[in-house]
């Protein structure tokens, strides 16, 4: 702390990353990262860019990107909003759409960085149990509220709720907006986007961190009604003018582009979770329903903490949250098969 700190920053409770060690040969499953490489097609449209038009700054709204993304997802680009990775668009979401008198509703156990945009923009959260099965209870979402928001499938349980579910929460709150994101969708749900013409009060978001393996990249987006979409630019254009460099724009339409890329590797990482689960099972844990790119898993008898020291100890990184409910539960990446494997080598030794 500094005296030259405004009492804001004071107060400010900040998020904090799954960490990024800088070590070699570990076995890195604490991130969500995709274990493929991005699709050969975005890297050559990457280099592609490496030219003397970096001294250019970028199309500020990034059409082509907004296109790419209207078109693969059947709606126009009038109702995408693009930013510097889902998170500073999910922040564009607080300020722009979640600020009024009544508190945001969200999981008790969802997303760490919602809380932290709620003290960012001075929103009053209230967080709303998960049933027993950690599933959400769309019954709950039934309140007065300033906004909704959930990851869907919910992180970090990876448990999915339907679309049917979903449209009841939007019916039940006509006037306020619900925002589904939808960070993990592409390995095994069904996206809310096709609902957007339908519910004026529905926003939906998605990165390219985690389907389509560019976290380095930082680009995600959001879709709904073109009002909604305005509000976002609102801010975008209040306070950063160009969030996705000229790379990052060439490189993530081509993403878009390779469709048959994005498939085999989302099939890939469906594949591995399914042989991952079960062989966790036999090994004693519980594992919640994932249709995520991670495992949400306990053990019967090991502490949680203490495994998940032990595979450090083994240069396997996983993920454990020290929070209520979930203090039992480690969040295991999905890697590849030889990473998978890796990991239950060094479980069986710890068990
Ligand atoms: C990873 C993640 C994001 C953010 O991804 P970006 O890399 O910022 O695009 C958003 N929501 C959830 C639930 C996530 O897990």
Redesign the pocket.
Known sequence: MSRFWSPFVKNLVPYVPGEQPKLDNLVKLNT?ENPYGPSPQVLEAIRGGVDASLRLYPAPNADSLKSAIADYHSVTPQQVFVGN????V?AHIFHALFQHDRPVLFPDIS?S?YPVYCGLYGIEARTLPLAADFSIRPEDYQQPNGGIIF?NPN?PTGVLLGLDKIEVILQANPDSVVVV?E??IDFGGETAISLVDRYANLLV?Q????SRSL?GL???FAVGHPDLIEALERIKNSFNSYPLDRLAILGSVAAFEDDEYFRATCQAVIRSREHLATALQLLGFEVLPSAANFIFARHATCDAAGLAQGLREQRVIVRHFNAPRIDQFLRITIGTEEQNQALLEALKQLL
């Open positions: 969500n990775g889902s998170d500073e999910l997303y960085f990851p992180a994101d960070a993990y978001t990165t390219l961190s985690k976290a930082r680009v995600g």
